[in-house]
């Protein structure tokens, strides 16, 4: 929980006292990912680090074909299903959020301004060099509607469809961000715990609701939309945790596993995120096929650390703490590599396999050392001088009983 120091009557707030006050609250994004700190599931960190690396899976399946034509012949390269890893980001941030709020941002602007500052810094680079790597190169640049869903998220400008953000890995975090705003709105009136309750029943009467919708506004079907729903799945999970007990833990995710195994395969291709975004009916296949066992596997991997029966490996929570940056690094990533490989790389297929990856990872990590992190411990630096002046200059007027306005 943040706290400010009261002054006493006659002393003024300061900057340099605030960040003196900053000083001792430690960030998770500077913390070393493999330790992330007291208050993180690590099992949850891990599984975010799972989900960044179903993504990177999905996309290496075209370079590693062109690479060396008999991988197509390789059963895991078939797939395009590593897009679950979207669907599965989003229940845990469901998961994460509500704990956060419950723990640290209790307060509106508190909640907004840092995950705006989490969130933005980095993304904002992606999306800024994007555009000018496709304005320089190919001369073009995105319609005014996709340019405002890369900066400002949500899509307020489209008519009838999702206009594709700069970089099309946006689309994800448009979601993401509604989320946090729903979030916030819902804070002016209840408390953390309380918002984890009511923001779930929000999306889940929302959602079948607007299939009534008929008119030709995007955005009223962006706000109820199925996808929204793995965020109420990461809710209920954080109000629910302390009933799964080991023996429910054990249940839910060989349900999970084997709902992801079976049901999965054979859900055809759900993958394009256009798709998901725009089709509703498709969105709706894609929410119980990913969705669900996505949201039983997260339950199943909280209970299991809760209960002590089993936390993951410290090198799946290690990439977990730089998951962010890989999702955003590794298209970038794919595309050096494939391009390195083209000038008389060996095109050996188990290598190419583990080159890829290996690859997005390192680079990843580059990324979240030199870019992520100090970005986004200045951005949260910014966030609570924003935050803590407001807070502190409401300690202030309390105990003396004088505003400004009134000297």
Not at 207 to 228: C, E
Not at 336 to 357: C, D, K, M, V, Y
Not at 372 to 386: D, F, N, S, V, Y
Request: charged share 15%; proline share 6%; net charge positive.
């Amino acid at each position: 929980m943040q706290r400010v120091t009261v002054l006493t009557t006659g002393e003024t707030p300061t900057y340099s006292a605030l960040t003196m006050e900053m000083s001792t609250q430690s960030t998770d994004v500077a913390r070393d990912p493999a330790h992330p700190g007291p208050d993180t599931v690590e099992n949850i960190q891990a599984l975010r680090g799972i989900a960044a690396l179903l993504v990177v899976w999905a996309h290496i399946k075209s370079p590693i074909e062109k690479l060396c034509p008999d991988a197509s012949n390789f059963p895991g390269a078939q797939s395009v299903h590593g897009a679950i890893g979207v669907d599965l980001f989003f229940v845990i941030s469901g998961f994460v959020i509500s704990l956060t709020a419950c723990k640290r941002h209790h307060r509106p602007n508190d909640f907004i301004l840092a995950r705006l500052a989490r969130v933005s810094p980095l993304y904002l680079i992606y999306v800024l060099l994007f555009l000018a790597a496709k304005g320089a190169l190919l001369g073009k640049t995105d319609s005014f509607s996709a340019i405002w869903n890369g900066f400002f998220y949500l899509p307020i400008f489209d008519w009838k469809d999702f206009s594709w953000p700069p970089g099309g890995l946006g689309w994800s975090l448009s979601f993401e961000m509604w989320f946090y705003v729903v979030f916030t709105l819902l804070l002016f009136v209840q408390p953390p715990k309380k918002v984890a309750t009511i923001l779930p029943l929000l999306f889940i009467v929302g959602a079948p609701l607007d299939i009534l919708y008929r008119g030709d506004w995007y955005f009223p079907t962006f706000m109820f939309h199925p996808l929204t729903l793995n965020f109420a799945f990461g809710c209920i999970i954080f109000q629910l945790q302390r009933l799964i007990s080991g023996r429910v833990t054990w249940c839910l995710l060989v349900i999970g596993m084997l709902w992801a195994l079976l049901i999965t395969r054979h859900s055809g291709d759900l993958s394009y995120p256009k798709t998901a975004a725009a089709d509703y009916a498709e969105a709706w296949i894609r929410l119980l096929y990913w969705g669900v066992p996505c949201a039983l596997i997260a339950a199943a991997l909280v209970g299991l650390e809760r209960n002590r029966l089993f936390v993951m490996p410290s090198a799946l929570v290690w990439v977990g703490g730089i998951s962010y940056s890989l999702y955003l690094s590794h298209q970038a990533s794919i595309e050096l590599l494939a391009r390195l490989g083209a000038h008389g790389a060996p095109h050996n297929r188990a290598l190419l396999i583990i080159a890829f990856p290996a690859f997005c990872i390192f680079n990843a990590w580059l990324c979240w050392k030199w870019v992520e992190r100090p970005l986004t411990i200045k951005a949260q630096g910014w966030a609570r001088l924003l935050s803590q002046g407001g807070l502190a200059k409401q300690a202030v007027t309390a105990t003396t009983g004088i505003s400004r306005r009134q000297i």
